[in-house]
Protein backbone atom coordinates (compact mmCIF):
# COMPACT_ATOMS: atom_id res chain seq x y z
CA UNK A 1 0.00 0.00 0.00
CA UNK A 2 1.62 3.57 -1.10
CA UNK A 3 1.21 6.72 0.60
CA UNK A 4 -0.76 9.76 -0.53
CA UNK A 5 2.23 11.79 0.18
CA UNK A 6 4.61 9.36 -1.98
CA UNK A 7 1.73 9.39 -5.05
CA UNK A 8 2.39 11.92 -8.00
CA UNK A 9 -0.55 14.57 -7.83
CA UNK A 10 -3.20 14.14 -10.48
CA UNK A 11 -2.80 18.09 -11.57
CA UNK A 12 1.13 19.29 -12.10
CA UNK A 13 0.91 23.38 -11.51
CA UNK A 14 1.61 25.44 -14.56
CA UNK A 15 4.98 26.91 -14.48
CA UNK A 16 4.12 30.51 -13.80
CA UNK A 17 2.36 28.93 -10.59
CA UNK A 18 6.14 27.44 -10.04
CA UNK A 19 7.40 30.78 -10.47
CA UNK A 20 4.62 32.44 -8.39
CA UNK A 21 5.22 29.28 -5.44
CA UNK A 22 9.02 29.68 -5.40
CA UNK A 23 8.39 33.41 -4.10
CA UNK A 24 7.70 33.50 0.09
CA UNK A 25 6.00 36.55 1.51
CA UNK A 26 9.54 37.18 2.76
CA UNK A 27 11.03 37.76 -1.06
CA UNK A 28 8.25 40.62 -1.71
CA UNK A 29 9.68 43.86 -1.01
CA UNK A 30 7.63 46.24 1.38
CA UNK A 31 8.15 49.13 -0.87
CA UNK A 32 5.45 47.71 -3.14
CA UNK A 33 2.00 46.16 -3.07
CA UNK A 34 2.31 42.41 -3.92
CA UNK A 35 -0.01 42.50 -7.02
CA UNK A 36 2.81 45.23 -8.46
CA UNK A 37 5.83 42.44 -7.59
CA UNK A 38 3.78 39.41 -9.03
CA UNK A 39 3.13 41.74 -12.22
CA UNK A 40 6.70 41.74 -12.71
CA UNK A 41 7.15 38.48 -12.12
CA UNK A 42 4.69 37.56 -14.64
CA UNK A 43 6.47 39.59 -17.42
CA UNK A 44 9.83 38.01 -16.40
CA UNK A 45 8.53 34.80 -17.26
CA UNK A 46 7.00 35.55 -20.70
CA UNK A 47 10.36 37.47 -21.75
CA UNK A 48 12.04 34.32 -20.76
CA UNK A 49 9.87 31.65 -21.52
CA UNK A 50 8.00 32.96 -24.77
CA UNK A 51 10.84 35.24 -26.46
CA UNK A 52 14.51 33.88 -24.60
CA UNK A 53 15.11 36.89 -22.75
CA UNK A 54 18.67 36.34 -20.68
CA UNK A 55 19.46 37.65 -17.71
CA UNK A 56 16.06 38.85 -16.25
CA UNK A 57 16.02 40.53 -13.17
CA UNK A 58 13.10 42.80 -10.92
CA UNK A 59 14.51 45.99 -9.56
CA UNK A 60 12.52 47.61 -6.63
CA UNK A 61 14.56 50.35 -6.01
CA UNK A 62 16.05 52.76 -8.23
CA UNK A 63 19.77 52.23 -9.08
CA UNK A 64 20.32 56.03 -9.28
CA UNK A 65 18.89 56.89 -6.06
CA UNK A 66 18.36 53.53 -4.20
CA UNK A 67 14.81 55.16 -3.40
CA UNK A 68 12.00 52.73 -4.29
CA UNK A 69 11.02 52.93 -7.99
CA UNK A 70 7.48 54.10 -8.46
CA UNK A 71 6.69 50.19 -9.29
CA UNK A 72 9.31 47.09 -9.95
CA UNK A 73 11.05 46.81 -13.51
CA UNK A 74 12.52 43.90 -14.96
CA UNK A 75 15.56 44.25 -16.55
CA UNK A 76 17.40 41.70 -18.92
CA UNK A 77 19.14 41.20 -22.62
CA UNK A 78 16.92 40.18 -25.50
CA UNK A 79 18.15 37.63 -28.05
CA UNK A 80 18.35 40.34 -30.53
CA UNK A 81 18.28 44.28 -30.65
CA UNK A 82 15.00 45.86 -30.04
CA UNK A 83 15.49 49.24 -31.37
CA UNK A 84 18.19 50.11 -33.87
CA UNK A 85 18.20 53.95 -34.20
CA UNK A 86 17.59 55.16 -37.88
CA UNK A 87 21.75 56.01 -38.40
CA UNK A 88 23.06 53.48 -36.94
CA UNK A 89 20.99 51.45 -39.29
CA UNK A 90 22.40 53.32 -41.84
CA UNK A 91 25.86 52.50 -40.78
CA UNK A 92 25.58 48.97 -40.52
CA UNK A 93 23.96 48.75 -43.67
CA UNK A 94 26.65 50.67 -45.21
CA UNK A 95 29.17 48.88 -42.99
CA UNK A 96 27.51 45.30 -44.13
CA UNK A 97 27.31 46.37 -48.06
CA UNK A 98 31.66 46.77 -47.75
CA UNK A 99 32.12 43.83 -45.98
CA UNK A 100 30.04 41.81 -48.96
CA UNK A 101 32.13 43.65 -52.03
CA UNK A 102 34.92 42.49 -50.33
CA UNK A 103 33.80 39.19 -49.38
CA UNK A 104 32.85 38.95 -53.13
CA UNK A 105 35.67 40.30 -54.82
CA UNK A 106 37.70 37.20 -52.49
CA UNK A 107 35.14 35.02 -54.25
CA UNK A 108 33.23 33.94 -50.80
CA UNK A 109 29.35 34.00 -50.40
CA UNK A 110 28.29 37.63 -50.93
CA UNK A 111 25.18 37.70 -48.94
CA UNK A 112 24.03 41.23 -46.89
CA UNK A 113 24.10 40.60 -43.43
CA UNK A 114 23.59 42.90 -41.07
CA UNK A 115 23.86 42.36 -37.23
CA UNK A 116 23.75 44.59 -34.54
CA UNK A 117 24.11 43.34 -31.07
CA UNK A 118 21.47 43.24 -28.28
CA UNK A 119 21.46 45.56 -25.86
CA UNK A 120 19.85 45.36 -22.16
CA UNK A 121 16.51 47.11 -21.84
CA UNK A 122 14.55 48.21 -18.62
CA UNK A 123 10.63 46.44 -18.71
CA UNK A 124 7.67 48.26 -16.95
CA UNK A 125 4.84 45.63 -16.45
CA UNK A 126 1.57 47.46 -16.61
CA UNK A 127 -1.75 46.42 -16.65
CA UNK A 128 -3.93 46.98 -19.64
CA UNK A 129 -6.89 48.80 -18.00
CA UNK A 130 -4.28 51.15 -16.11
CA UNK A 131 -4.03 54.92 -17.01
CA UNK A 132 -0.62 56.22 -17.75
CA UNK A 133 0.41 59.63 -18.03
CA UNK A 134 3.27 61.58 -19.21
CA UNK A 135 4.09 62.49 -15.59
CA UNK A 136 4.16 58.71 -14.36
CA UNK A 137 6.09 57.87 -17.03
CA UNK A 138 8.73 60.68 -16.09
CA UNK A 139 8.82 59.41 -12.83
CA UNK A 140 9.83 56.18 -14.05
CA UNK A 141 12.42 57.43 -16.42
CA UNK A 142 13.59 60.05 -13.51
CA UNK A 143 14.52 56.68 -11.71
CA UNK A 144 16.28 54.31 -13.96
CA UNK A 145 19.88 54.80 -15.90
CA UNK A 146 20.19 55.01 -19.90
CA UNK A 147 20.94 50.85 -19.82
CA UNK A 148 19.79 48.79 -16.68
CA UNK A 149 22.92 47.26 -14.56
CA UNK A 150 22.19 43.70 -12.80
CA UNK A 151 21.00 44.18 -8.90
CA UNK A 152 23.82 44.65 -6.61
CA UNK A 153 26.39 46.46 -9.52
CA UNK A 154 26.79 49.98 -8.92
CA UNK A 155 25.34 52.87 -11.61
CA UNK A 156 25.89 56.47 -11.35
CA UNK A 157 24.04 58.96 -13.44
CA UNK A 158 27.17 59.41 -15.84
CA UNK A 159 26.72 55.64 -16.95
CA UNK A 160 26.42 56.26 -20.90
CA UNK A 161 25.62 53.17 -23.00
CA UNK A 162 28.45 51.69 -24.95
CA UNK A 163 26.33 52.39 -28.24
CA UNK A 164 26.70 56.44 -29.18
CA UNK A 165 23.35 55.92 -30.93
CA UNK A 166 21.37 55.66 -28.01
CA UNK A 167 20.91 59.20 -26.77
CA UNK A 168 17.31 59.20 -24.82
CA UNK A 169 16.53 56.26 -21.92
CA UNK A 170 14.09 53.71 -23.18
CA UNK A 171 11.72 50.89 -21.95
CA UNK A 172 9.61 48.47 -23.13
CA UNK A 173 5.99 48.94 -21.29
CA UNK A 174 5.50 45.59 -21.19
CA UNK A 175 1.02 45.65 -21.17
CA UNK A 176 -1.19 42.28 -19.55
CA UNK A 177 -4.76 41.77 -20.85
CA UNK A 178 -6.77 39.68 -18.37
CA UNK A 179 -6.77 36.70 -20.72
CA UNK A 180 -2.98 36.78 -19.77
CA UNK A 181 -1.90 38.13 -23.22
CA UNK A 182 1.11 40.23 -23.53
CA UNK A 183 2.55 43.04 -25.76
CA UNK A 184 5.30 45.41 -25.61
CA UNK A 185 5.60 48.52 -26.56
CA UNK A 186 8.89 51.06 -27.14
CA UNK A 187 8.55 54.01 -25.07
CA UNK A 188 11.17 56.97 -25.52
CA UNK A 189 12.44 59.91 -22.88
CA UNK A 190 11.76 62.39 -25.41
CA UNK A 191 11.80 62.84 -29.07
CA UNK A 192 13.72 60.32 -31.59
CA UNK A 193 14.14 60.06 -35.18
CA UNK A 194 11.68 57.87 -36.21
CA UNK A 195 12.55 54.55 -37.68
CA UNK A 196 13.46 53.77 -41.28
CA UNK A 197 11.20 50.65 -42.37
Do not use: C
Not at 90 to 102: G, I, M, P, S
Not at 162 to 167: H, K
Amino acid sequence: MTSLALTKPAIVPAPLQEAFDALDSNSFDASHLPQLQSLAVQIQHNLQFQHYWADLHVHTHSPLTNEPLPRPLVSGLPPQRIYIHPDEQVELLKEADRKRKANKAAGEGSGLQVKAEPEREWILPTRLNEKWTLRRLAEVFDAITFVPSPPGTSASTSDRPENPWRTTKRLLLGTIDSDSTVVYYIVHDGVVKPRQN
